[in-house]
Structures are given as structure tokens and as C-alpha cells.
């Protein structure tokens, strides 16, 4: 796998969770969301984009996608996350 690619590939779907209102994030909570896209390099990537409390029920909300190849790297995906304030603030920007 790319990982390169694959991070990139991540972060693009990750993004556009980002848009989103702390509101509209919070169904992730009991159902995250599960795609499988083709990268530019025509590797077919799963990504799951999840979300848990970071700390307190009804505090700070932790954003997060994986994302692996089907190979070795599905027992250990690639990772990124964001953490978004009920205010709609992003923590640590």
C-alpha cells in the first residue's frame, strides 16, 4: 500500500466530515460510516469514519477515519482524527 496515497486518500474523506456541525457529526456516535474508494494510483482503499467522546458524554467529540488496502494493513489501518467542541470549535487549532 501506498501510504502516501492512502493518507491522502484519508484525509479528502475526512475533510468533508470536518464541514459538518458538531450536531450533524453526533449520529457517527451509533453508526459510523463505511466506504470503499479507488485512489489515484487505482488502489481500492477501505476507509471507516467513526466518532467517540473525547472524555465527558456530551463534551469534546473525536472524529476519526481508518483506512487500509484488504492486505496485513487491515489488522493495522492508517488513522487520522479531529476533535470538535459543541461550540464548533476544532481542539488544538
Same mark, same amino acid.
Given at each position: 500500500? =501506498?501510504? $502516501?496515497?492512502?493518507?491522502?486518500?484519508?484525509?479528502?474523506? !475526512?475533510?468533508?466530515?470536518?464541514? !459538518? #456541525?458538531?450536531?450533524?457529526?453526533?449520529?457517527?456516535? =451509533?453508526?459510523?460510516?463505511?466506504?470503499?474508494? +479507488?485512489?489515484?494510483?487505482? #488502489? #481500492?482503499?477501505?476507509?471507516?469514519?467513526?466518532? +467517540?467522546?473525547? $472524555?465527558?458524554?456530551?463534551?469534546? !467529540?473525536?472524529?476519526?477515519?481508518?483506512?487500509?488496502?484488504?492486505?496485513?494493513?487491515? @489488522?493495522?489501518? !492508517? #488513522?487520522?482524527?479531529?476533535?470538535?467542541?459543541?461550540? $464548533?470549535? @476544532?481542539?488544538?487549532?
Amino acid at each position: 500500500m =501506498n501510504r $502516501g496515497e492512502a493518507l491522502a486518500v484519508l484525509e479528502q474523506h !475526512l475533510g468533508r466530515y470536518r464541514s !459538518l #456541525t458538531y450536531a450533524e457529526l453526533l449520529p457517527l456516535l =451509533n453508526e459510523g460510516v463505511t466506504l470503499e474508494v +479507488v485512489g489515484p494510483g487505482g #488502489t #481500492t482503499y477501505q476507509i471507516e469514519i467513526e466518532a +467517540v467522546w473525547d $472524555g465527558e458524554p456530551g463534551g469534546d !467529540l473525536r472524529v476519526f477515519g481508518m483506512i487500509d488496502d484488504g492486505g496485513w494493513r487491515a @489488522f493495522a489501518p !492508517l #488513522t487520522s482524527d479531529f476533535i470538535i467542541c459543541p461550540d $464548533g470549535t @476544532f481542539v488544538g487549532e
